[in-house]
C-alpha cells in the first residue's frame, strides 16, 4: 500500500538549516510527484513546493529563496532543505503525493514531523 | 496568489443534523477544487476532488458542489466521526493554496 513518512530533528536553532526525508513506499517517484506541505498549529496548510515525477522542481515563490527539494530514486526518497529558520516555521511538516499532474490532488499524506524553530 | 476564504470558521451541530461549508476562491478556479478533512492529530485526508468527484471509500453523505470561485462541501446525517476540520484547496495552480479550515463541533 502506498506510505510516505517523514523523518528529521524535532528543534531547529533559529537561523539553521531544516532537513527533512520523505520516504516513500507503494508507488514510484519516477510516476507521481512529491509535496512538502507545512501547518502550522491550529492553521491552514500551506503548500511549499513539489518534485515532479521527472525530476523538475515547484516552488512557493514565498519560500523558494529558502527551500530546496531534492530526491534519490534509487532509495524512494524526497528531500527538503529550508534554510534561515524563523520561529514562524515552527508547525507539522508533511510530504504528499500528488495524484494529477498539472492540478494538485494530495491523495496520500505522511504523519508528519513536528519541527520547532526555538534556541 | 489565489486566496481561499472558507466560512464559516467554526461549526457546532449534532449527530443527524447536515452541514454545509463554503469555499470562496480569489479567482475562477475551473472547478479544481479539492477538499480535506483533518481529525486532531492526524493527516488530512482527501475527500472529494474536482469539486465535485467523491474519493473511494469516503461515505455518500459527503458531497461537493460549485464552480467558478464559489464552492461547498455538504454533510448530510453527521455521524460522530465526521466532527473535524476541513480543509478547501486550490488544486489549480501554484502555489496550490488552502483555505484557514472550518472546526466542526459537536453540539
Known amino acids: 500500500q502506498v506510505q510516505l513518512k517523514e523523518s528529521g530533528p524535532g528543534l531547529v536553532q533559529p537561523s539553521e538549516t531544516l532537513s527533512l526525508t520523505c520516504t516513500v513506499s507503494g508507488f514510484s517517484l519516477t510516476s507521481y510527484s512529491v509535496s512538502w506541505v507545512r501547518q502550522p498549529s491550529g492553521k491552514g496548510p500551506e503548500w511549499m513546493g513539489r518534485m515532479w515525477y521527472d525530476g523538475d522542481t515547484a516552488y512557493n515563490s514565498a519560500l523558494k529563496s529558502r527551500l530546496s527539494i531534492s530526491r534519490d530514486t534509487s532509495k524512494n526518497q524526497v528531500f527538503l532543505k529550508m534554510n534561515s529558520l524563523q520561529t514562524d516555521d515552527t508547525g507539522t511538516y508533511y510530504c504528499t503525493r500528488d495524484r494529477a499532474t498539472t492540478v494538485a490532488v494530495f491523495d496520500y499524506w505522511g504523519q508528519g514531523v513536528m519541527v520547532t524553530v526555538s534556541s | 496568489d489565489i486566496q481561499m476564504t472558507q466560512s464559516p470558521t467554526s461549526l457546532a451541530a449534532s449527530v443527524g443534523e447536515s452541514v454545509t461549508i463554503t469555499c470562496l476562491a480569489s479567482?475562477?478556479?475551473?472547478?479544481?477544487l479539492v477538499w480535506y478533512q483533518q481529525k486532531p492529530g492526524k493527516s488530512p485526508q482527501l475527500l472529494i476532488y474536482?469539486?465535485?468527484i467523491l474519493e473511494d471509500g469516503i461515505p455518500s453523505r459527503f458531497s461537493g458542489s460549485g464552480s467558478d470561485t464559489q464552492y461547498s462541501l455538504k454533510i448530510n446525517s453527521l455521524q460522530p466521526e465526521d466532527f473535524a476540520s476541513y480543509y478547501c484547496?486550490?488544486?489549480?495552480?501554484?502555489?496550490?493554496?488552502f483555505g484557514g479550515g472550518t472546526k466542526l463541533e459537536l453540539k
Open positions: 484547496q486550490n488544486g489549480l495552480s501554484t502555489p496550490w493554496t
Open positions: 474536482g469539486a465535485t
Open positions: 479567482e475562477d478556479i475551473y472547478g479544481s
